[in-house]
């Protein structure tokens, strides 16, 4: 894998893309601004775009309940709005055919480790949340910085020729560690920090409300990913107790929500970790038992849930939990201080 990118290096520099350089069929939604165009007033749209809506396809991912709750947005005003968005976007029934069509847009982001890209049928998959669960040490945040680069990568080196935000709980994220990483893959370290927006949330609302304000950006410019390591830290640290984990679930719920939307929106691959918790029903024959934190939201809400655990030395090994189309296998990989690659023995 290291040498076939390697030998593609003279080739290889990242070129982003300009959005204005994309042509119409790569581009997957509908500019919010559009609907002056339609009829609807620029300071009508300005005050959705106010509310973290920028596009026509994200627009109709907000109930009409939503909507009117925006300050200044009658209900009359929000059904003329969303009778203009319809005119632009087709959000009803689509033949089988296209929904396939549909998914060639669908793009894998390496891994670093063929193994393990082989197991992920190809890499990390863009319109899909992949959650990765498992012990401290075993590889998630490695991989979130791995993929940091990977995905700045052109898609015919298996990058997403696109940027990365970063939404750090736990203060893990390493600008550092992306060194060693770009210059492994053969890219420009500076080039690559600096297509990577990172912020540090330090309770669930602040991580929401970062979450809202991508929206803005990745409707502007090309983003391939978004990194949320971990999704529930702040959550277990913000509720606490029996008594408030209906109300963590239901913010939980919604957050999840919100990320499934922009993998959708912007065709944007979610890469979040998780954390395992201790489960007492695992059966006495299993020693140590362990399962993903957050319940059955966060299991719903993950389209490939990956489990992983430490090997020999510094080799991990990542298990297909839970996935829609592969096989419940395993692969081996290894950390380096490249990043993620494949094991060596
Ligand atoms: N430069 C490097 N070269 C090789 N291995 C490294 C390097 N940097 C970190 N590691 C290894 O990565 C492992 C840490 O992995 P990572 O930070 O991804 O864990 P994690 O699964 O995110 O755990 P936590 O829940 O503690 O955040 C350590 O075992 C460390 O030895």
Sequence with gaps: MLATLKSEESSGQLQLVEREDIDDDEDLF??????????INAGDVKKLQDAGIYTCNGLMMHTKKNLTGIKGLS???????????EKLVNFGYITGSDALLKRKSVIRITTGSQALDELLGGGVETSAITEAFGEFRSGK??????LCVSTQLPTNMRGGNGKVAYIDTEGTFRPDRIVPIAERFGMDPGAVLDNIIYARA???????????????????????????????????????????????????AQMLSRLIKIAEEFNVAVYM????????????????????????????????????????????ICKVFDAPNLPEAEAVFQITAGGIADAKD
């Design 30 to 39: 509908e500019a919010i601004d559009k609907l002056i165009a339609q009829g």
């Design 75 to 85: 209900e009359a005003k929000v059904d003329k709005i969303c009778e203009a968005a």
């Design 141 to 146: 945040t490695q991989l979130a910085h791995t």
């Design 202 to 252: 330090y309770t669930y609302e602040h991580q929401y409300n970062l979450l809202l304000g991508l929206a803005a950006k990745m409707s502007e410019e090309p983003f391939r990913l978004l990194i949320v390591d971990s999704v529930i830290a702040l959550f277990r640290v913000d509720f606490s107790g029996r008594g408030e984990l209906a109300d963590r679930q239901q913010k939980l």
């Design 273 to 316: 970790t998780n954390q395992v918790i201790s489960d007492p029903g695992g059966g006495v024959f299993v020693t140590d038992p362990k399962k993903p934190a957050g319940g059955h939201v966060l299991a719903h809400a993950a389209t490939v849930r990956l489990m992983f655990r430490k090997g020999k030395g510094e080799q991990r």
